[in-house]
């Protein structure tokens, strides 16, 4: 008989460890790209890796509530990421000596293009105010965002997909134009142009907004056309707060955060991490030669309830988790972003009603633009974008669950800093027009 000794039976005891590690080692199998994550297989998953991080760990509350309740897809990718143009990334390394926050006023002061905070900490005590600057100020796309044409899709949760919109899209950015020569263009008290309206259906044809937004905490102007009275009727500066049209998104959803830092009260960084976020929109988005709207919008699971869920791949991205207080008289308590730490655009938003439960989820998936040329359907002859790089959302999912009702935004193949676009393309005049074109 062999005697166990104190000193074998403690390497037996390491030994068995060692074991029960190495056991549970490869019972982590790492998932291949393409693995589908669904309401089935969810849970068995948990403990198994994209790019070696644990799935539960790359899952927000509300993201497996989707999978397990509401029949979201999830197809995994390794993280790639996405090109930001040369001219962003020296203007945004610029900032890292030169950008200062004033807690006093809520303001930053030496900003001229790029990311105006490149290097966020959530230890920062005004982490939550800069990253909302980083929003503000750091979209990288250089002067403007021409969209001529792109579709709303009016979605109902349980029977599907209820009316297809057309609309048009038209950012001209007065400030911050890296990649030119002229950083501004315009009157400096004036940030950017914005110019929404609707193309088809005749029954909202010409239904729209222009609104100049301004380089300080002064509330935007806001004109609308009316269709009724047929004509262009000034706002009030609460508007960006309103739905745009009868559909899911407001204003301020557009880009998930689409205000002036200061009027929201107050901003929280809660976390960095790494989580699954669209972080390359699949291509394509919208084929033209498709009548049926789910071959049409492949990117849309419009053949299975509830019909809005996006149908794409997610990949392992680092965000910055923001929680944004808003003021009294908006329609959400609080605004939950996923911010993309290296450039001013937000993946994912939870959006809370007064009653501090969960209303919307916004899913903004991103894309990066090469120079060239970019042409789109439905209108004439093909446009010509500069020699640089720019990166947006080119889909956008804005998911009510509490009404069961969805709007999707997609896009055709658009344009960003688009050569000879001026200042008098993105204009009142331009809103009052395309009502009778």
């Known amino acids: 008989m062999i005697k166990v000794t104190e000193r074998m039976s403690s390497m037996l005891g390491i030994a068995v460890l060692a074991l029960c590690l190495a056991a549970g080692t490869v019972a982590a199998a790492e998932l ?42 999830i197809y995994l990718k390794s993280y790639q990421a996405l090109h930001l143009d040369d001219e962003f990334l020296k203007w945004s390394k610029i900032n890292k000596d030169k950008v200062s926050y004033d807690p006093a006023s809520r303001t930053i002061s030496g900003w001229e293009a790029g990311l105006p905070f490149p290097d966020l900490n959530p230890d920062d005590p005004h982490c939550g105010e800069k990253a909302a600057w980083n929003l503000f100020y750091g979209a990288p796309v250089g002067t403007d965002m021409y969209y001529p044409t792109w579709v709303y899709l009016l979605v109902d949760g349980n029977s599907g997909l209820e009316r297809v919109q057309g609309w048009a899209f038209f950012r001209y950015f007065v400030k911050g134009r890296w990649g030119t020569e002229q950083l501004v263009l315009g009157d400096e008290s004036i940030y950017h142009k914005t110019l929404i309206y609707a193309r088809e259906p005749f029954d909202i044809k010409g239904l729209g907004i222009f609104t100049l937004k301004y380089d300080s905490p002064k509330l935007e102007d806001n004109w609308a056309y009316i269709r009724s009275f ?58 033209e030669s498709e009548t049926d709207p789910v071959k049409r919008y492949p990117t849309v699971a419009l053949d299975e309830p509830p019909y809005w869920n996006p149908k794409n791949d997610w990949e392992p991205t680092e965000a910055l988790v923001v929680e944004a207080q808003t003021p009294p008289e908006h329609p959400y308590s609080k605004k939950v972003m996923y911010i993309a730490p290296g450039y001013g655009r937000a993946f994912q938003a939870e959006t809370y009603d007064r009653k501090g439960e969960f209303w919307k989820y916004i899913n903004f998936p991103q894309t990066t633009f090469p120079p060239g040329y970019e042409s789109a359907p439905n209108w004439a002859g093909v446009r010509k974008a500069d020699n640089h790089y720019s990166t947006t959302s080119m889909l956008g999912h804005v998911m009510d669950f509490q009404r069961r009702h969805a709007t999707i935004f997609v896009t055709s193949p658009s344009v960003h800093n688009r050569v000879g676009l001026t200042d008098d393309e993105v204009t009142l005049q331009q809103l009052e027009q395309a009502a009778v074109r």
């Open 32 to 73: 291949p790209e393409g693995f589908e994550l669904n309401k089935t297989n969810l849970d068995a998953n948990l403990d198994n890796t994209i790019d070696g991080y644990a799935i539960r760990d790359l899952m927000t509350d509300k993201l497996a509530w989707q999978i397990r309740e509401q029949n979201l897809r």
């Open 230 to 287: 047929r004509r262009v009727r000034r706002l009030s500066g609460g508007a960006w707060m309103d739905p745009i049209g009868g559909t899911d998104q407001l204003n301020d959803d557009v880009e998930i955060f689409n205000a002036h830092p200061t009027w929201y009260p107050k901003y929280e960084c809660t976390a960095k991490r790494r989580m699954l976020v669209i972080n390359n929109s699949r291509n394509p988005r919208w084929v």
